[in-house]
């Protein structure tokens, strides 16, 4: 099992990355996928979620408005358009994924234990 988050890189604030997450040795399909993020110095947090059942997302806060999670099962990936970006935004991005579940919650991603994730990519807003 894989998961292999990139697109990352420097950015000026204001501008935008697309990260895709690639994933393997398992069916996609049947999985919930976030994004968390950790920046030096601080906890990792949830970023966004995309669920296996119906595609329905959600987004903490702090990106509402400026991130889009998406997912393309057929290609085994999942993306995050990130625009506007700010410096507060820097961060090691990583995709995690968690096993469908009925009783899955997106607007509580962030509580669950996932069942996989890979390496994250660097994303740095500095101008």
């Known amino acids: 099992v894989q998961l292999q988050a990139s697109g990352g890189g420097l950015v000026q604030p204001g501008g935008s990355l697309r990260l895709s997450c690639a994933t393997s040795?398992?069916?996609?399909?049947?999985?919930?996928i976030a994004w968390f993020r950790q920046a030096p110095g601080r906890e990792r947090e949830g970023v966004s979620c995309i669920s296996a059942s119906d595609g329905s997302t959600y987004y903490v806060d702090s990106v509402k408005g400026r991130f889009t999670i998406s997912r393309d099962n057929a290609k085994n990936a999942v993306y995050l358009q990130m625009n506007n970006l700010k410096p507060e935004d820097t961060a090691v991005y990583y995709c995690?994924?968690?096993?469908?579940?009925?009783?899955?919650?997106?607007?509580?991603?962030?509580?669950?234990?996932?069942?996989?994730w890979g390496r994250g990519t660097l994303v740095t807003v500095s101008s």
């Open positions: 040795g398992f069916t996609l399909d049947y999985y919930h």
């Open positions: 995690l994924a968690l096993y469908y579940s009925k009783s899955f919650l997106v607007r509580y991603f962030w509580q669950y234990e996932y069942d996989y």
